[in-house]
T-cell receptor
């Protein structure tokens, strides 16, 4: 079973709408949660991190975490065509030696059409 | 502007040839990761280092892949001999001493023909 699951999409939304991206994870001891954005042909870029249950807002982005349900989501308000990319969910566990090891989902492709 | 630097950016090689990819982590970062990304598998962790020591390379095919960190400013990933199934994008990422957030290099795009 894949440790971090995402719907591959594509998720298509009109410009100005809210895009909702979801991620579930299997390891209950996961400690930190991240969303990366990856444009085609580019490397992943960190856009949000969340560590405790609830919502965290940063500009047009809101990350939501529910550890009981092992679920993390990303909402993008007022979606723009420039938001069209693949969004990767990453879940981090702490190893015995103190290193944090991220595991990535396969990503959800988002298309924002004018 | 601190960033992870990878070379080469693009590499086309023939099956059986040796390929070496290099990574310079962000200065002061003590954790280095090598990931491989393909359409089929997504981002797979191949190996990682902390304070230059290899901690886990279980994601790497041992018979042909090797990863080293000869000093704090250089990490290498070597494939010998390369095979067409190794064609992928190889990302290096580094994390700071808090370790919780990692930053990616631009990737090395490898094609083995």
């Amino acid at each position: 079973q894949k440790e971090v699951e995402q719907n591959s999409g594509p998720l298509s939304v009109p410009e100005g709408a809210i895009a909702s991206l979801n991620c579930t994870y299997s390891d209950r001891v996961s400690q930190s949660f991240f969303w990366y954005r990856q444009y085609s042909g580019k490397s992943p870029e960190l856009i949000m991190s969340i560590y405790s249950n609830g919502d965290k807002e940063d500009g047009r982005f809101t990350a939501q975490l529910n550890k009981a349900s092992q679920y993390v989501s990303l909402l993008i308000r007022d979606s723009q065509p420039s938001d069209s990319a693949t969004y990767l969910c990453a879940v981090t566990r702490r190893e015995g030696g103190g290193s944090y090891i991220p595991t990535f989902g396969r990503g959800t492709s988002l298309i924002v059409h004018p | 502007d601190a960033r992870v630097t990878q070379t080469p950016r693009h590499k086309v090689t023939e099956m059986g040839q040796e390929v070496t990819m290099r990574c310079q982590p962000i200065l002061g970062h003590n954790t280095v990761f090598w990931y491989r990304q393909t359409m089929m598998q997504g981002l797979e962790l191949l190996a990682y280092f902390r304070n230059r020591a290899p901690l886990d390379d279980s994601g790497m095919p041992k018979d042909r892949f090797s990863a080293e960190m000869p000093d704090a400013t250089l990490a290498t990933l070597k494939i010998q001999p390369s095979e067409p199934r190794d064609s992928a994008v190889y990302f290096c990422a580094s994390g700071d001493r808090a370790g919780n957030t990692i930053y990616f290099g631009e990737g090395s795009w490898l094609t083995v023909v």
